[in-house]
């Protein structure tokens, strides 16, 4: 069976940094914006987000939702991101040291990736071009442009019920011989990152997001972040060979488990 190249082993990395991008690289998620903003609204989106974290819809039936309550051209939505999306004040800063340090940083997203293409180059620079983006994609509906009214749609990545099932991208990076696999880190916040959050070596969960509680209800290993400048030292300290994957996970668990006791 023919098995695509793995893209991010192209430089023979000992390390790769896989990340999710609405919420994580942005300060805000795009596609809640959109939805809230110019589709049918924060209130249903939010039950919707907690229909999947509590098992009573598919993330793909959400998310699908969500987007088809959208009717702006696509152009103008793009637009409309570029003026009120962020980034993340420390992530340029990290994806210049990962680039320097052949580090490289794939971006898993259940977003779409032109949305995620444009805003990257705007908010990182032409440099960002280089960066590989695993998503969704958006497609014309019958007869339609996607830059004319009620003229797209999101084409899902695959037939999983998360619409992207990131974990798919990971696992044959995890599957590699133990001499040419690479530690593997992975950061996120939210729903759609469940599917991955199990697979790699190091999760960084999003400090008071929907991935922290998914991750104690799981007894999934994790560290708290609240930015890219925590994330930046942590795996700055485990490529310099200062502290371990283990270590870090280990000790990122006990400390919300004892601060959260503490609360309680």
Partial sequence: MFSPPLLAMKTNPKFIFFTDFDGTI????????????????????????????????????????????????????IETLLENIKLDPHFKEFYTWARENNVPVVVISSGMVPIIRALLVHLVGKEAEEIQIVSNDVAPRDGKSINEEGGWQIVFH?????????????????????????????????????????????????????LVSYCVREDVPFTEFQDFSSILATVKEIVAGKTDVKHVAAEGYETFKRENSLKN
């Fill in 158 to 210: 695959d037939d999983s019920h998360f619409g992207h099932d990131k974990s798919l991208e990971i696992r044959p990076y995890h599957q590699l011989p133990d001499n040419e696999r690479p530690v593997m880190f992975y950061a996120g916040d939210g729903v759609s990152d469940l599917s991955a959050a199990k697979e790699t070596d190091l999760l960084f969960a999003k400090h008071g997001q929907d």
């Fill in 26 to 77: 942005t300060l805000r998620d795009s596609n809640d914006f959109l939805t809230d903003n110019l589709g049918y609204g924060q209130t249903l989106r939010k039950q919707g987000n907690q229909d999947v974290l509590h098992d009573r819809m598919s993330f793909r039936d959400s998310f699908r939702g969500m987007m088809d309550s959208v009717k702006t051209p696509y152009d103008k939505c």
